[in-house]
């Protein structure tokens, strides 16, 4: 469980990265039309992403989007390059959020934590969330901006690398402020959660 203040809510700039397939293919249920009442439930038929795919890494905080980035598939995200994004990150905050303190929050990934993103993080006059050793507790992207993003590609056929990402660009040009709050206070009834279940609480 993170022990800060839910005020803190106001200047968490939250981040993380996920995979965006070029097709992500709905799941196909038999009709209803062509059972009879004795008819055994409906089959789901299996159906798979398409291999090709663009990882996104994304920040954003209760105003809306603060910067993302495409990595194409075959490459990583280490922490030489999370440092770059760091930078990247950083510059963008000054020029959007140029009179906000901004406190970072990212999950535990080994990049995020490593030795040479810690020291790059101080540089930057960066502050982070903290977040126990082996905590479950996600960042919001996980739980509430990419399980929404990926609903909305779903069962959409982009034909490029650059098709998918406009894609993606579209839809956090669409989103309203109130949409990304919505997504930041939810952190807090998590806390609120998790403090009444004795760090227990865990919600998927």
């Not at 293919?25 to 090709?52: D, L």
């Not at 990150?89 to 140029?98: D, E, G, H, N």
């Not at 303190?101 to 903290?130: K, Q």
Request: aromatic share 10%.
């Amino acid at each position: 469980m993170r022990m800060v203040k839910t005020s803190s809510v106001k200047i968490i700039v939250t981040g993380d990265e996920s995979w965006v397939h070029l097709y992500d293919p709905e799941s196909k249920q038999q009709s209803k039309e062509y059972r009879q009442k004795t008819s055994p439930s409906p089959k789901i038929f299996k159906v798979f992403s398409s291999a090709r795919k663009v990882l996104l890494t994304i920040f954003w905080d209760r105003e809306g989007v603060v910067h993302t980035e495409f990595l194409e598939q075959g490459n990583t995200v280490n922490s030489t390059k999370y440092v770059n994004t760091l930078e990247k990150l950083k510059a963008r905050l000054q020029r959007v959020r140029s009179e906000k303190v901004s406190i970072i929050d990212h999950d535990n990934a080994r990049p995020h934590t490593s030795l040479e993103t810690r020291t790059a993080l101080v540089r930057l006059g960066l502050r982070t969330l903290p977040h126990p050793p082996y905590s479950q507790d996600p960042a919001p992207s996980d739980f509430f901006l990419f399980p929404k993003l990926k609903d909305y590609l779903k069962g959409n056929r982009y034909e490029t690398d650059k098709d998918v990402k406009n894609a993606v660009l579209s839809w956090c040009r669409d989103k309203t402020a109130d949409f990304f709050a919505d997504g930041i206070q939810q952190v807090v009834r998590r806390w609120r959660l998790c403090i009444e279940w004795d760090g227990d609480y865990v919600e998927k």
